[in-house]
């Protein structure tokens, strides 16, 4: 009898590993499906699988690009930390863009209409060109002003406006890698995605030591290597993924009949974008003058909070995966009219994500010493590091929730509720509190993160009562 149960418990255990392992294999394996029948837990799985990867391979990238740029000197740490406070406006353009080609697409796959999703692809990319090729120009031309404005010193603005040039004239490999994931992710193909920047991550961890230090036949480029070593290998991220596009064997396959202007797509494309771009415009825009708030503590404390704030994307990212996962149920579901579906799925990937983010959290409270240490052992550095990474740490639980809730609104096409709510918890509530913190009372570094935890603590918190009102249920794009 014994014997009996023990080999049927073995049976149940293979078939339950065997069930996993197929999940995962088709997770990876890049079938674009619809996620609106079926099991929700399953469909949440098969999305964050791949997602999660993709954003763990940006995570990645940050923290390679820093341990890198931080063996150059503390001023090469900052100016990236400079540089990336303005460039996320950049980030905020590519992923406002991103949230309306997920929604737009994701909706038109729900309602069984890929030659809609596929017009759809075509005329957000035609205005991520436009705007692509402002910002090179502006970048460019402007390069010393921002690192001045941002409060770096000559010395700063002398040996490392290279990198600042470089980042901002091949702004377009950062507009499209964003951009043409989340038009596959909308599409159910999220492994693609991840594939894409594994290909890219790769190629710029082997590029980074060579072209930073000069090995081999290489000359040594400093802090603008670590650039040049970011735009080749998104660029030939981009490179794949347009041929993907193209190949014509996806959902979404873009022929030639799509490459024109369509003026009412292109329309409800800005309409969407708009507030989404405005809404991480306005989040990018707080951490610049958070930036320029913490450079008046010195160089060491900006160095310290840009390896804390690499650090905490390695984790962010992946978290992230899990909210695009939720953008994309959501959208599929609501094209297919099944908004209870879209609902269930949302608060079932924040629970998720919430239990990851309280893992991540426990050890980077535990552990911030070591792990900020191992990036630069300056112990101003150190110190201002692992002030921040724990202040930090303590809130990713409500971040856990605001990231899902937030992607959510997005995925609806909602765009609008979690833009007005940046406004107010950003601009009008972690600026002033910052500002009041750190200079005010002279709490410094501090007073800036524990600015941030309030904000967004108090931020996501918002977000869930605004879903639960379930107006985004009735949004039409």
């Not at 309306?100 to 038109?108: C, L, S």
């Not at 190629?203 to 230090?213: A, E, H, Q, R, S």
């Not at 995966?321 to 094209?335: R, S, W």
Request: hydrophobic content about 55%.
């Amino acid at each position: 009898m014994p014997t009996f149960a023990a080999a049927n418990l073995v049976t149940q255990l293979y078939l339950r590993m065997s069930k996993i392992f197929k999940t995962l294999k088709q997770a990876l394996s890049g079938e674009e499906q619809e996620f609106t029948t079926g099991s929700i837990n399953r469909a949440i799985v098969l999305l964050s699988i791949p997602m999660v990867l993709e954003m763990m391979m940006e995570g990645i990238f940050a923290l390679v690009d820093i341990y890198f740029v931080s063996k150059i000197s503390p001023e090469a740490t900052a100016t990236v930390g400079m540089t990336e406070s303005v460039v996320t406006i950049i980030y905020s353009i590519a992923i406002g863009l991103s949230a309306a080609a997920t929604a737009t697409v994701a909706r038109r796959i729900g309602e069984h209409d890929p030659e809609g999703a596929a017009k759809a692809a075509v005329q957000a990319c035609i205005l991520a060109l436009v705007i692509s090729f402002i910002i090179s120009v502006v970048g460019i031309v402007f390069a010393e002003n921002i690192l001045r404005l941002m409060g770096g010193t000559e010395k700063q603005v002398v040996e490392c406006v290279g990198y600042t040039k470089v980042i901002f004239g091949s702004n377009f490999v950062i507009m499209f890698i964003f951009l043409l994931n989340a038009i596959f992710r909308g599409a159910g193909n999220a492994s693609i995605a991840m594939w894409v920047l594994v290909v890219s991550n790769a190629i710029n961890i082997v590029l980074d030591p060579i072209l930073i230090f000069g090995w081999g036949p290489f000359p040594a480029m400093g802090i603008t290597g670590a650039a040049v070593a970011t735009s080749i290998g998104r660029g030939i991220g981009v490179c794949i993924q347009v041929y993907l596009l193209l190949r014509g064997t996806n959902i979404i396959k873009i022929a030639k009949r799509h490459l024109v202007l369509h003026i009412e797509t292109i329309v409800n494309m800005m309409r969407v974008a708009s507030t989404g771009t405005l809404q991480y415009i306005i989040a990018s825009a707080s951490w610049i003058f958070l930036m320029a708030i913490i450079a008046k503590s010195g160089t060491e404390a900006v160095s310290g909070y840009t390896i804390a704030i690499r650090i905490l994307i390695f984790t962010i990212m992946p978290a992230w995966g899990m909210a695009n996962a939720a953008a994309t149920l959501v959208g599929q579901n609501l094209g297919a009219k099944q908004p209870d579906r879209a609902e269930a799925s949302v608060w079932r990937t924040a629970h998720m994500d919430m239990v990851f983010m309280l893992v991540v959290s426990i050890i980077y409270f535990l552990f911030a010493r070591p792990i900020v240490s191992s990036f630069d052992p300056n112990p101003l550095v150190v110190e201002s590091g692992v002030l921040a990474l724990r202040i930090f740490s303590i809130g990713y639980v409500f971040f856990a929730y605001g990231m899902v809730i937030s992607s959510a609104f997005n995925g609806a096409g909602d765009t609008l509720t979690p833009t007005l709510v940046n406004l107010v918890c950003f601009w009008l509530l972690e600026i002033p509190l910052g500002w009041l913190l750190a200079i005010r009372f002279g709490h410094g570094l501090a007073g800036v993160c524990w600015a941030v935890f309030i904000a967004e603590s108090i931020m996501a918190v918002v977000l869930v009562v605004l879903f639960k009102k379930g107006k985004w249920k009735t949004v039409k794009i």
